[in-house]
């Protein structure tokens, strides 16, 4: 069976939009800083804290894969009760910076995603996980 030539293009195009690198910077927020700063250990996130405030609508009802995209892999990753998912992200120096597992009082991020993957939650905690 042969398909039209139009099909290919299309094909070709999803795929190359599928491949395509993530975005350096969404609104004000620096994304290439703040992927680049492992468990908030530079602090670069630190102060990235009222530009990543000021596009949480934006990343609100995104998929989880396209979170991780955009912000670089959580440094901790927790799955909840009905197939939630939680995504943390330090915001500041901690101990987590010695040891990913140790608790830590470091301001974090948590992004909470629902059952179908979509970021539904954006909350920030100093209290240790």
């Not at 959580?74 to 330090?90: A, M, S, W």
Request: net charge positive.
């Amino acid at each position: 069976m042969r398909f039209p030539a139009k099909i290919y293009t299309w094909i070709l195009i999803g795929f190359l939009a599928a491949c395509s690198s993530a975005p350096d910077k969404l609104g004000n927020l620096d994304l290439k800083k703040w992927r680049a700063d492992r468990g908030g250990c530079n602090n670069a996130r630190s102060t990235q804290k009222a530009d990543f405030k000021s596009i949480e609508k934006e990343l609100k009802g995104k998929f989880a894969d396209d979170i991780g995209k955009l912000l670089g892999r959580p440094d901790i990753h927790q799955l909840g009760e009905r197939n939630q998912k939680f995504y943390v992200y330090f915001l500041q120096k901690g101990p987590q910076c010695e040891d990913m597992k140790a608790k830590s009082e470091a301001e974090k991020v948590i992004l909470k995603f629902n059952a179908v993957g979509l970021l539904s939650e954006i909350t920030y905690q100093t209290r240790p996980l």
